[in-house]
């Protein structure tokens, strides 16, 4: 059986993790290596780096970090943040990155999509749709989170899907960083109207939470704090979706 | 012993440097024929999609070399499917070396088929130490059905081969580099041939 994913997300700015890591067992909390390594131990079906990083050594510090990753970390990774172009994938690529993630750049020219996935295959082109819900429902948001583009959802997730994109990570802006758990209607609303996986994002809190949007019909779902300050360790979040009867690799 | 990965540029030819070189394999990358031919193994990976793939081996001659290859070869993911003698995939005739037609997902799944699934019903010194059910990492939208030169097996939900081998040429549909210990035993077990 193909098995539910649980991906860690690390943040990235100029080459280090950001955003707080508190492990006793590691020597370094910002190297991002030695966290995926250690993620990789304890069970993370793959990873995602969101590079934040706002310099213009930004493309080659993001190369050598993709390229320590995948010389060292022995399962899939995802690349996102301020990639606009063929060439820019190119390079992670080369470098032993699995999948990019696109943003913004696919709102500004969906083209990219259809470029993305020609040149390279749909399975590695992830969009990531940041989506809010409002009094109008679920809308998609730019500029981290600031800016409506207007665009519902899910009529983005299955444009992004008919350009090309073989996944999709939804995170709930209404959710994330609350620790209330997942959108669990939205995310269960394009899981059934898309033929890609979708990847839930935002809100998790506490190991009831995956069992939860995994019910709504995530593919995989991925998380970052709780992680970081290990409130609901990988291992046994795994044996606890196990026990519920989730297909999930231990 | 000289193992030599195959180079077309379209192939993730860095994270198979990298899983060589966690087994303490330096590795060359090549398109070179002579340099190929005299390898002692031969690795073949591939990721995208399966038209400009084989143009991609056109250009450097590989269609024509790769089938007169004897030493043990291994084809990774793409590297599998491009070994097969058609795809579904941009109606796309392949290398034509194993005899088997390689097929889109009916949509009833999600696709592409992307994670982690089990392996099942292993054959042969590929999957020594591996027991039935293990992991593998798979992603991909086009697969090769069970025939009799099937080595290993996954479901998606219906079986189909997650590994093949015909003579010398053995093929994995999963990332042997991105499957994690399972992934680099079976890698171990190729180099052992």
């Known amino acids: 059986m193909l098995t539910k994913r649980i991906i860690p997300c690390l943040d990235i700015k100029n080459g280090r993790t950001v955003k707080g890591v508190r492990f006793e067992d590691i020597r370094d909390a910002g190297d991002p290596v030695e966290l995926a390594a250690l993620y990789a131990k304890q069970g993370a079906d793959e990873l995602v780096f969101l590079d934040i990083t706002a310099t213009n050594e930004k493309r080659k510090t993001l190369r050598d970090l993709v390229r320590e990753v995948a010389r060292h970390i022995d399962i899939p990774f995802t690349v996102g943040g301020g990639i606009s172009a063929v060439e820019d994938v190119e390079v992670l690529l080369q470098n032993g990155a699995d999948k990019v993630s696109v943003n913004s750049s696919a709102l500004h020219r969906p083209e990219l999509i259809t470029e993305l996935a020609s040149r390279f295959g749909s399975q590695c082109v992830t969009v990531a749709i940041d989506t809010k819900n409002t009094s109008e429902g679920w809308k998609v948001f730019s500029k981290a989170g600031t800016v409506d583009t207007g665009l519902f959802a899910l009529d983005w997730a299955k444009e992004v899907v008919e350009r090309g994109a073989g996944e999709i990570l939804l995170t709930s802006m209404s959710n994330d960083g609350t620790k209330g758990g997942f959108a669990l209607d939205i995310t269960g609303e394009i899981s059934r109207n898309v033929i890609v996986p979708v990847i839930a994002s935002g809100g998790a809190g506490n190991q009831q939470h995956f069992l939860d949007v995994f019910a709504a019909g995530a593919d995989a779902a991925l998380a970052a704090s709780i992680f970081h300050f290990q409130e609901v360790p990988l291992p046994e979040l795994k044996q606890f979706l196990a026990q519920n009867n989730i297909d999930i690799r231990i | ?193």
């Open chain 2, 1 to 193: 012993m000289k193992t030599v990965i195959v180079d077309y540029k379209a192939g993730n030819v860095q994270s198979v440097l990298f899983a060589l070189e966690r087994l303490g394999v330096q590795a060359t990358v090549s398109a070179n024929a002579e340099e190929i031919q005299s390898a002692d193994k031969v690795i073949f990976p591939g990721v995208g999609e399966a038209s400009s793939a084989m143009r991609a081996l056109k250009a450097h001659h590989l269609d024509q070399l790769l089938p007169t290859l004897t030493q043990p070869f291994l084809g990774v993911c793409l590297g599998m499917q491009l070994l097969c003698q058609h795809s579904e995939e941009g109606d796309t005739d392949m290398l034509g070396i194993i005899p088997v037609q390689v097929k889109r997902f009916e949509v009833a799944m999600k696709v592409p088929h992307m994670g982690w699934n089990n392996l099942h019903h292993l054959k042969g010194d590929l999957f020594t130490g591996i027991k039935d059910d293990e992991y593998a990492y798979f992603v991909h939208s086009f697969y090769a059905p069970v025939t009799e030169y099937t080595i290993a097996q996954s479901s998606y939900p219906e079986p189909f081969s997650a590994a093949l081998q015909y003579k010398n040429f053995y093929a994995v549909q999963f990332h042997t580099e991105k499957s994690g210990a399972p992934g680099a035993q079976i890698l171990q077990n190729f180099l052992n041939l």
